[in-house]
């Protein structure tokens, strides 16, 4: 059974720093891109970042590109996104998800973990 669970959320000034973590269980990871997702309320669900389980190729979205860092740790088979300097409108929600290959929509979603930002 595949599990992702989210960890690591909290309240935070603007300008500090969180990492939050995903534990990824139940299957082989090779050959999945895992991502970062948030979603605030009133708003789409909207994407962060997203890794490359085989080679750890890295991907984010504008809005938090040099701000935020994804990576992986086969040994545990977790996820971390990095996030500094952050701002009030990172607050969301986050969720961590998975699918296989590249392309396509990610199948796999944890149950999320808030993040909020205070000004």
């Known amino acids: 059974q595949v599990q992702l669970v989210e960890s690591g959320g909290g309240l935070v000034q603007a300008g500090g720093s969180l990492k939050l973590s995903c534990a990824a269980s139940?299957?082989?990871?090779?050959?999945?891109?895992l991502g970062w997702f948030r979603q605030s309320p009133g708003k789409e669900r909207e994407y962060v970042a997203r890794?490359?389980?085989?080679?750890?190729?890295?991907y984010y979205a504008n809005s938090v590109k040099g701000r935020f860092t994804i990576s992986r740790y086969n040994a545990e088979n977790t996820v971390h996104l990095q996030m500094n300097s952050l701002k009030p409108e990172d607050t969301a929600v986050y969720y961590c998800?998975?699918?296989?290959?590249?392309?396509?929509?990610?199948?796999?979603w944890g149950q999320g973990t808030q993040v909020t930002v205070s000004s």
């Open positions: 998800a998975a699918r296989w290959g590249i392309i396509g929509s990610y199948n796999f």
């Open positions: 890794i490359r389980w085989d080679d750890g190729s890295t």
């Open positions: 139940g299957r082989t990871w090779s050959g999945y891109d």
